[in-house]
């Protein structure tokens, strides 16, 4: 077998190729937050110029990244007749859509209208745009107070989203059901409950996996991302699209006229090689959560890491900017808290915290006070870590610390990040005492200070975390928060149970139980991470990339989480990441297609 030969594999399958140890340790250095992979703002090697070069393989179109937008892209510019050659850095298929809950949200699906639900243009729009630009919002503006191209971007995945839904059930192996709640529900939209929502449940979906239960991870049959990818590519086989691994994208190549016309990539050859697109090229090739460099210069806050697949390093932010493109949304990401001491060993971190799960159980910051409604979804839990305190002058919340008591760690052991049953983690500190607990977080930070600035609880800790938990058991008895509206929201209600059987709860809220008197006590240190950045080049509604006067650059798509997103500051709801990146990941691919051939 040859070295092209052992490195091609068909989109079923995964090479196990030993011959590269030194990307495999540059990206295990990635996940571990070791390598401040800023290479991607460097000058363009002096190759990334050269014209004409000696192909190594040539397809109608190149798609970088294997995850559901590169997927999409794949199967819609195959569709149209086009050969295609997918290109994934990393050693297995599939990115951070593989470690994803599989949800997607697409308005106007066509489970809402077996309903007889009617999710119209106007509303849907009004619900996204009011979350995503909600500084500019206007209802009664023909805009809603956005510009043109945000408009119609949004726009656009309203008009083609349950579109190409639709055909991709139609054409491939994908079926789909509701995302269903612990209560047989369809799961609400994370907004549910803004006067925008007219449509306030259903359009949240997953892969219906229910003919093979060692897939079901969700009720009603759902299944998770890796399912997803799976229906998705049932058919790759009897289409023209071909699936390389630990093929890490370099640049684009020009051709002589300085239009681009293929890529240059690292295989593990002594060199990179060339491949020629002879349409055009999509890249789908994830955020940049690993990339230290890009992600301190450009987040709004201080991440510690994320459940992206490590290969979220950022690869296209360098190699379009040097394409001319114009970069947008950067300071924003889908957020989630991660445990901190997870994240300082692997960057890349199994899952985020998605709903703090537990009744008698609060985050507070270093001064013993809580800092958030704990029950709120994830993103915008995230963004209390980034509040900064002027009189203080620092950042009081950089590291929060989830604290419960037994009931907790019994009825929702295993739900994340609390240990399962009688199972023992480096990250959990424990004590018999409030007195205690406290002395091992302190003892905790000591040993991370490095990483951390030095924070340290403050000398009111314990006098706070006490004064907090009294009035946060006062308002468990009651069921009202008046702090911070625990279990109001829709969303709160149908995450409690997400992942753990219902805890009998005689008060009236069911998010909240008093805190025990008597220990043991366990705490987490938690941070903002990420599911990914959503910031990048700018697109238009067919995925072309654009340059600084707005004007599409020839032959350059992009789609995913590598690109400046559609949906701002927003997290619409469950599937709010991967329902924009099929949609425009198809859009992309199907525009592609359609470039004229270069000869």
């Known amino acids: 077998m040859t070295h092209d030969e052992r490195r091609a594999t068909a989109a079923d399958s995964v090479a196990a190729d030993t011959t590269l140890p030194s990307r495999r340790a540059v990206l295990k250095g990635l996940a571990a937050g070791s390598f401040a992979a800023s290479a991607a703002l460097l000058p363009a090697p002096a190759e990334a110029a050269a014209t004409d070069p000696n192909w190594v393989a040539e397809a109608d179109v190149l798609i970088v990244g294997s995850g559901v937008a590169g997927t999409a892209a794949a199967l819609a510019a195959a569709s149209r007749g086009a050969s295609v050659i997918m290109l994934e850095k990393l050693p297995f298929k599939g990115g951070t859509t593989a470690k994803s809950g599989g949800v997607f949200w697409i308005p106007d699906n066509a489970w809402l209208k077996s309903q007889g639900v009617a999710d119209t243009r106007i509303d849907a729009l009004r619900y996204m745009v009011r979350l995503a630009h909600p500084q500019r919002y206007l209802a009664s503006d023909p805009l809603l107070g956005i510009s043109q191209p945000e408009f119609d971007l949004i726009a656009a995945f309203y008009d083609h989203g349950s579109r190409v839904v639709d055909t991709l059930v139609a054409s491939t192996g994908l079926k789909l059901v509701p995302w269903t709640t612990w209560e047989g529900k369809a799961y609400p939209d994370y907004y549910s409950d803004l006067p925008e929502n007219t449509v306030r449940r259903g359009r949240s979906l997953v892969p219906d996996v229910s003919g093979h239960p060692e897939r079901v991870i969700w009720p009603n049959g759902g299944g998770a991302g890796e399912s997803l990818l799976w229906q998705l590519q049932q058919g790759f086989d009897k289409l023209p699209i071909q699936l390389l691994l630990d093929h890490a994208v370099l640049d684009v190549t020009r051709d002589a006229g300085g239009t681009i016309s293929g890529l240059r990539v690292d295989r593990g050859d002594a060199a990179p090689v060339a491949f020629k697109a002879r349409r055009a090229v999509v890249f789908a090739s994830g955020g940049f959560t690993h990339n230290p460099e890009l992600a301190r210069s450009h987040l709004k806050g201080h991440i510690w890491g994320g459940c992206a697949a490590p290969g979220s390093t950022g690869d296209f932010i360098g190699i379009a900017q040097r394409a001319g493109a114009v970069l947008g949304n950067m300071s924003n990401a889908w957020w989630g808290q991660v445990p901190v001491e997870v994240a300082l060993k692997t960057r890349s971190v199994p899952v985020d915290v998605w709903s703090a799960p537990g009744d008698s159980m609060i985050q507070v910051n270093r001064h013993g006070r809580r800092f958030v409604n704990e029950k709120i979804q994830y993103n915008e839990r995230t963004q209390a870590h980034f509040i900064w305190d002027p009189v203080r002058g620092e950042y009081p919340n950089l590291l929060g610390f989830m604290i419960w008591d037994a009931r907790t760690a019994k009825h929702y052991a295993g739900y994340d990040p609390i240990p399962a049953a009688n199972a023992r983690l480096d990250q959990i500190i424990e004590g018999a005492t409030l ?152 859009l992309a691919g199907a525009a592609a297609a359609g470039e004229g051939v270069r000869t």
């Open 435 to 586: 007195e205690a607990l406290a002395a091992n977080i302190e003892a905790r930070l000591a040993k991370i200070a490095a990483h951390t600035g030095g924070l340290a609880l403050d000398k009111a800790f314990l006098r706070n975390l006490r004064a907090s938990i009294k009035r946060y058991n006062a308002a468990a008895k009651k069921g009202v928060d008046e702090d911070y509206a625990r279990g109001q929201a829709t969303i709160e209600i149908a995450f409690q149970f997400m992942n753990a059987a219902k805890a009998p709860n005689p008060y009236p809220n069911i998010t909240m139980h008093p805190i025990a008197d008597r220990g043991p006590y366990y705490a987490v240190i938690l941070g903002a991470g990420t599911l990914d950045t959503k910031g990048g080049p700018v697109i238009n509604p067919k995925g072309q990339v654009l340059d600084a006067r707005s004007q599409p650059i020839p032959r350059l798509y992009a789609a995913g989480d590598c690109i400046a997103s559609p949906a701002g500051a927003a997290y619409w709801a469950g599937g709010g990441t991967i329902g924009p990146a099929m949609t425009f990941g198809y």
